[in-house]
């Protein structure tokens, strides 16, 4: 009983390197989102796909791309990696839109930029 | 305004204590809302939905006001287990984005 996954857990990167954060559901969702949460800030989300073959920003995209790959899988990527993105990041995926349906949460990527 | 808020807390309270989250929220056109419970660093974990009539599970309660637009928690007979950081969520129906509010954090002592 998976429901969603992401790797990798943990995660130190330079300045400047790149990293793809892989997300994905075995539960059929249609939806599903990135966010990231930082000390006191509550989740922002940074994009989220609807449905498969379309994805759209959220409140926080810049310096972040997103691909769904197919309905299971959304990967987030870091282009260039900058000391401001250290964060715990999160994927979820859910049925919103769709009636009264909630998220589920992947376990989070610790990730750090020196 | 924000869209959801929530007191921050820290919410103390002893072993046993019943305690009371709300959570209000701007949009009149809301349609589902939720309770989430986080522990520290760790991911949100859905608690309950809120439904118009009020709904139980074991020692917890949520309750929907639409009148007064705001939705809340009762945690009767509280666990040191239950320390947590609690978020109330809301979705306007047919919108993709739920709206989370920044939480409320309860402590239990002994």
């Known amino acids: 009983n998976a429901g969603v996954t992401q790797t990798p857990k943990f995660q130190v990167l330079k300045t400047g390197q790149s990293m793809t954060l892989q997300c994905a559901q075995d539960m059929n969702h249609n939806s599903m989102y990135w966010y990231r949460q930082d000390p006191g800030m509550g989740l922002r989300l940074i994009y989220y796909s609807a449905s498969e073959g379309t994805t759209d920003k959220g409140e926080v995209p810049n310096g972040y791309n997103v691909s769904r790959l197919n309905k299971r899988e959304f990967s987030l990527r870091l282009e260039s990696a900058a000391p401001s993105q250290t964060s715990v990041y999160f994927c979820?995926?859910?049925?919103?839109?769709?009636?009264?349906?909630?998220?589920?949460f992947g376990d989070g990527t610790r990730l750090s930029i020196l | 305004r924000k869209e959801v808020e929530q007191d921050p807390g820290p919410f103390n309270v002893p072993e046993g204590a019943t305690v009371a989250f709300n959570c209000t929220y701007s949009n009149s056109a809301s349609q589902s809302f939720f309770w989430y419970r986080q522990d520290c660093r760790k991911e949100p974990k859905l608690l309950m939905s809120v439904y118009s009539s009020g709904n139980e599970d074991g020692r917890f309660t949520a309750q929907l006001n639409r009148a007064s637009q705001y939705i809340s928690l009762l945690i009767r007979d509280s666990k040191l287990s239950d320390s947590a950081t609690y978020l109330c969520?809301?979705?306007?129906?047919?919108?993709?984005?739920?709206?989370f509010g920044r939480g409320t954090s309860l402590i239990v002592h002994p």
């Open positions: 979820a995926s859910s049925e919103l839109g769709r009636g009264n349906q909630p998220q589920h």
């Open positions: 969520v809301v979705n306007t129906g047919g919108s993709y984005i739920p709206t």
